[in-house]
């Protein structure tokens, strides 16, 4: 069976996996016994079997299955198509010939590696989990046909899939449950060409000190993430509603509309990219449509979040065209501004004046929120929390005054604490001075153009 690595988290992803195989090989011992039997009594997966066991929580596989929504089916069909790779024997059982025709048995499907190993094919998928059911083996293949979300985990198929076509899991999906992360170079691959960037923080959903409607907000955007297959799959909405999810953060710059999308990332397991829109629809013009496309296509099969920064500079007020160079650039805004409302995924838009968007753009948004700059309460809790707690704090600091007489964003508040942590470290100490923070405000709102 599996290897289990010194690593803590490739031993726990190895018995997570381990223990999905173990079911996988009694739900095959269990098909092939029904079939055998006299006369078959093969059914659907579910009356078959119970559910796969309870993963750990905390292995990739676990964040796999949550990731990809993969119920008994399509969980069956994923370590399906990871036997080969994983625990090869567990498909010897289906390399048996039909002894009247001397070859193999069509129903289980496969093909013959080189090596003398068993690749499944999308007829043993079927034979797997349908059986003799015809409705259960339709309803497997329109998944496959149509690219259902769980079917991200595979390599795409033709759009009428060949019984005999090799199941295959997606080369990032088997770098990812095999290594333990994604695929780098490919993600690298994906993004050269296009100004973007993924980010992450380390910060929890507790961290954010926000207004409750911003809160709230917010949490309808992470709901999305993790309910929104759902509502259009369960409850039918996909042709009712658009697929995907798009919000427009505005609000002075520190207000925290970055940290916003890393943390919504963060809690619903997705990767966030930031792309810089301003030099997207400028440096890259005569490219653009190549390399969006390119950046949609991963982002929507790999459930990325895409955080578009500087969204001025797509959905600003409309200008006359004055020359061909304009027209073109307006070509490749209007490609954006389609693909956003298609992608089937969420898209946030950053921008620091809701004034700036064009009044026509409104009405494309599922979500505005406002990150407005916080109150005297809330700045007091940001400059609180934003110090070392290794660091000791000048008693004639009074945080509840310096909260009051300065508004100023959480952004500002984190450069002016390092700056005056970086001064305490020069002097040798870890003692931070009142005298410094006032000098670091002031240099602060002289930045903004602001007398202090």
Same mark, same amino acid.
Request: charged share 25%; net charge negative; aromatic share 6%.
């Given at each position: ?58 292995? +990739? ?26 625990? *090869?024997?567990?498909?010897?059982? @289906? ?24 690749? *499944? ?7 797997? +989990?349908?059986?003799?059911? @015809? ?10 046909? @149509? ?42 691959? +994906? ?33 999305? +993430?993790?309910?929104? *297959?759902? @509502? ?121 004046? $809701?004034?700036? /968007? ?15 700059? *916080? ?23 009074? /945080? ?26 020069? $002097? ?21 153009? $602001?007398?202090?």
């Amino acid at each position: 069976m599996l290897m289990n690595d010194a690593s803590p988290g490739h031993s726990i992803n190895a018995r997570d996996l381990e223990q999905d195989l173990d079911w996988l090989a009694r739900l095959l011992q269990r098909r092939l016994s029904s079939y055998f039997a006299t006369p078959s009594t093969s059914q659907p997966l579910p009356n078959i079997d119970t559910a796969p066991p309870v993963l750990s929580g905390d292995s +990739v596989w676990a964040e796999f299955v949550r990731e990809h929504a993969l119920g008994a089916r399509e969980r069956a069909v994923v370590l399906l198509a990871l036997a080969p790779s994983l625990h *090869p024997a567990l498909l010897d059982a @289906l390399t048996v010939s039909n002894e009247s025709t001397q070859r193999p048995f069509a129903e289980f499907g496969g093909q013959q590696h080189a090596g003398g190993a068993f690749l *499944p094919t999308v007829q043993t998928a079927c034979f797997l +989990v349908a059986g003799d059911c @015809l409705e259960a083996r339709l309803a497997l293949l329109a998944d496959l046909a @149509l690219g259902a979300p769980w079917t991200s985990a595979l390599t795409p198929l033709t759009e009428l899939p060949d019984a005999g076509q090799l199941l295959q899991v997606d080369p990032e999906a088997q770098r990812r449950v095999t290594l333990g992360g994604p695929a780098v170079r490919e993600t690298r691959d +994906v993004l050269q060409g296009v100004a973007a960037r993924r980010v992450s923080t380390g910060l929890g959903w507790h961290d954010l000190v926000l207004p409750p409607d911003t809160l709230a907000e917010l949490e309808e955007i992470r709901d999305w +993430v993790l309910h929104g *297959p759902t @509502l259009l799959e369960d409850w039918g909405l996909r042709d009712r509603i658009r697929p995907g999810h798009t919000a427009l953060f505005h609000g002075p710059p520190g207000t925290g509309k970055t940290l916003a999308a890393c943390l919504i990332g963060k809690l619903c397991e997705r990767e966030v990219h930031r792309i810089d829109l301003s030099l997207v629809v400028s440096k890259y013009i005569g490219e653009t449509e190549k390399n969006l496309s390119r950046l949609f296509e991963a982002a929507e099969k790999r459930g990325w979040i895409l955080f578009f920064d500087e969204a001025d500079a797509l959905f600003g007020k409309r200008t006359r065209v004055d020359d061909a160079h304009d027209r073109y650039a307006n070509q490749e805004v209007s490609y954006l501004l389609q693909r956003i409302e298609d992608f089937a995924g969420v898209v946030i838009l950053a921008s620091n004046l $809701r004034s700036n /968007i064009d009044d026509a753009f409104m009405r494309r948004f599922q979500s505005v929120v406002a990150f407005p700059m *916080p109150r005297p309460p809330e700045r007091a809790r940001l400059w609180r929390e934003a110090f070392s707690r290794r660091a000791t704090l000048d008693g004639a600091l009074n /945080i509840d005054r310096l909260a009051e007489r300065h508004e100023i964003a959480g952004g500002t508040i984190m450069n002016v604490v390092r700056w005056v942590s970086l001064r305490a470290l020069a $002097r040798g100490e870890m003692f931070i001075r009142a005298d410094d923070v006032d000098e670091g405000v002031r240099r602060e709102l002289v930045k903004e153009g $602001r007398a202090f």
